[in-house]
C-alpha cells in the first residue's frame, strides 16, 4: 500500500511535468507514447518488481492475436485469452502466494489493462468488420478503423498516468489526447455548434486536481481514523449477533460498509486526479464556459452516498467498469444480459468465493429493485411531499440492501459470509424472491431499436455520418469528422 501510494504521488508529479514539458504543442505523439508507456512500466517494476512483465507479456501475446487472428474473430479471441490469463494470474497469487492477503497484489493492474485489451479489440472488431447500420450508436461512435501501431497500443495500455489504478478509457479518448486534439474539439461537442471562443483554448486541469487532491485527503483521513473503528468482521462477532437488537445489527452493517468506502475513494479520485494533471480527461464547456474534468471519472461520492436505488448506487460506483460490462458483454449478451453482465464481473474481480456470493446476490437485488420501481413508483411521484417520503425510504431501504450485498465482498471467505446471511435468516434474499414472484419485471429491449426510438434525431445524424466516413477514414486529417465523432461520443456518455 505504501508502494502503492508514493508511485502514485510519482505519477502526479510526472503527470505535471508531462503537461507542462511534453505538450502536444511542443512534442511529437511518438515522444508522449514513448515517455508515458516507460513511466508506466518504471512504476509497475518499481511498485511490484518483476510481477510487471505479467503486464507486458499479456498486452504483447493480445497484440500478437489481434494482428494473426483477423478483425472478423480477434474480439473473441482476445477476450478469452486476457480474461483467462487475469484469471490464472489471480488464482496463483490467491490460492498458492497469499490467501486474504495484498501484498504483491499484480492482479490489480492486470484487471485495468484486461479492459482496455478487450474493449479496443471488440471497438477494431466493430469499426473494420461490422457494418455501421449493425452498430449501436455508442458503439459507432467508440468503433476503431484502423489498427494501431505496438507503440500506441503499449502506450494505451501501460501508460504511467492509469497502469496502477486505471481508470479505464477508450481507445479513441486515448489517442485524441497524446495527439493534442481534444481541447479544440471539445467545444464543440459540448455545445452542440462550432463556437470560435473557446475553440483553440488549452484549458487548465489545476482547478479539477486542486479539488479531487482535497477529497483524496479527506478520504484518506477518514480512512485512517473512522474504518478502523468499525470494522466490517464485527458483523458476525459472535456476541455482538446474540446481544444486539436487528435495528442496531442493521445501523451497524450500514455504517461499518459505509466507513469501508473511502479507500476507493482514495484511489479512484487520485487515479483521476493524475490524469486530469497530464491533461487528460477533459469532457468539454458547458454553456456557461464552465470546463467539466470527468471523462473518465469513476465515482460520484454524493449520488453513491444519497442513492435510493439499487441501480443510481452501480451507475455511480466504479462508473468505467460499469460501461465496460455494459459494451462487451450486457449489450452484446443474446440472452440474460444482467446475469451474464454480473458473471463476467465476478470472474473478472477474482477467486475469492465471496466475490461471486456478493454478485449472485446483486443479480437477486437488481432484479427485485427494478421490478418494485417499475410497478410502484408511478404512485409516488406526483405529490411533492409523497415523492420525498418515497425518496427517504427507498434510500435507507437501497443502502441497507448494497451493505448486506456486499459483505462477501469484503470478507472472502464462504464461512464468514455464510455465517453472516444465515444470522439474518437470509431474509433480504428471500424478500428478493417474493418480489419477483409478486410483481412482473418488464423486459428491457436492447439493440438497435432501443437506441433510436431514444434519440432519432441525432441517431439519424449519424447514420447520416458514417456514410461519408464509410469509405474515408482519417483520425487526423479530417477536422470535420473528429468534430462529429467526439460529438456523438459526448451524446453516447450523456445515454
Known sequence: QVNFVVCQLFALLAAIWFRTYLHSSKTSPFIRHVVATLLGLYLALFCFGWYALHFVIQSGISYYIMIIIGVENMHKYCFVFALGYLTVCQITRVYIFDYGQYSADFSGPMMIITQKITSLAFEIHDGMFRKNEDLTPSQRCLAVRRMPSLLEYLSYNCNFMGILAGPLCSYKDYITFIEGRSYQLQQSEANGKEDTKYEQTDPSPNIAVAQKLLICGLSLLFHMTITKTLPVEYNIDDNFRATASWPVRF???????????????????????????????????????????DLISNLRIQQIEFSTSFKMFLDNWNIQTALWLKRVCYERATFSPTIQTFILSAIWHGVYPGYYLTFLTGVLMTLAARAIRNNIRHYFVESPAVKLCYDIVTWMATQVAISYTVVPFVLLSVKPSFT????????????????????????????????????????????????????????????????????????????
Open 420 to 495: 453472516f446471511y444465515s444470522s439474518c435468516y437470509f431474509c433480504l434474499h428471500i424478500a428478493s424472491i417474493l418480489v419477483l414472484l409478486v410483481f412482473p419485471l418488464k423486459r428491457t429491449q436492447k439493440g438497435s431499436k432501443k437506441h433510436e426510438s431514444v434519440q432519432p434525431v441525432w441517431s439519424k445524424k449519424l447514420e447520416e455520418e458514417s456514410l461519408l466516413q464509410k469509405n474515408n477514414y482519417s483520425t487526423t486529417n479530417n477536422s470535420f469528422s473528429q468534430k462529429q465523432e467526439i460529438t456523438c461520443r459526448y451524446q453516447a456518455l450523456k445515454q
Open 251 to 293: 445501523f451497524y452493517l450500514y455504517v461499518s460498509l459505509m466507513a469501508a468506502r473511502p479507500k476507493y475513494y482514495f484511489a479512484w479520485t487520485l487515479a483521476d486526479a493524475i490524469n486530469n494533471a497530464a491533461g487528460f480527461g477533459f469532457r468539454g464547456y458547458d454553456k456557461n464556459g464552465v470546463t467539466h474534468w
